[in-house]
């Protein structure tokens, strides 16, 4: 499976000013997951390692910037899409609350800061539900992901 398209994801977290853990996140204006909220990422361009993806496409949808060493790896996520092959790919997951700017709307999705204890997962690819929350609490994540015939529930994990 180290032949599926690389990409990457990043969750931004901040302490509100009410004192809750949020997470940026956006709702997607197109491409694949439109209409899904979804962290911020996207594909490794060639020859770009996951952590420079990372970095570069923080900036591209949102305007913030962060650096390689304000990322944490926080694991590997496989999706399988048995009857869309083209969407299979394996995703670099990555969290930080070391980052800098002000968030803007871009082309890919209109960034938004939402409380970690109320997340979104009826708004965001189906799989989100099973590891995020855990991601964000600070466990690391290894998993595999099958989506069904109707490209958005999650049919199997392992």
Not at 13 to 36: A, D, H, P, Y
Not at 75 to 85: A, E, I, M, N, S
Not at 132 to 143: D, R
Request: glycine share 10%; hydrophobic share 40%; with cysteine.
């Amino acid at each position: 499976m180290t032949d599926l398209p690389q990409v990457c994801v990043c969750y931004l977290t901040r302490i509100s000013e009410t004192g809750e853990r949020q997470v940026l996140l956006g709702r997607k204006k197109k491409g694949l997951g439109l209409g899904n909220i979804v962290g911020l990422g996207g594909k490794l361009e060639p020859g770009e390692s996951a952590l420079d993806a990372a970095v570069r496409e923080v900036e591209e949808e949102s305007g913030l910037a962060v650096t390689k060493d304000a990322l944490t790896p926080m694991g590997v996520l496989t999706y399988l899409f048995p009857h869309r092959t083209a969407w299979s790919q394996r995703s670099n997951v990555f969290v930080t609350d070391v980052w800098s700017g002000v968030p803007r709307e871009s082309d890919e999705l209109n960034p938004q800061w939402f409380t970690i204890a109320d997340l979104p997962v009826d708004d965001m690819w189906d799989d989100a539900r099973h590891w995020l929350p855990g991601v964000l609490a600070g466990v690391p994540v290894e998993a595999t992901f099958t989506f069904g015939e109707d490209l958005a529930t999650v049919v199997a994990r392992s």
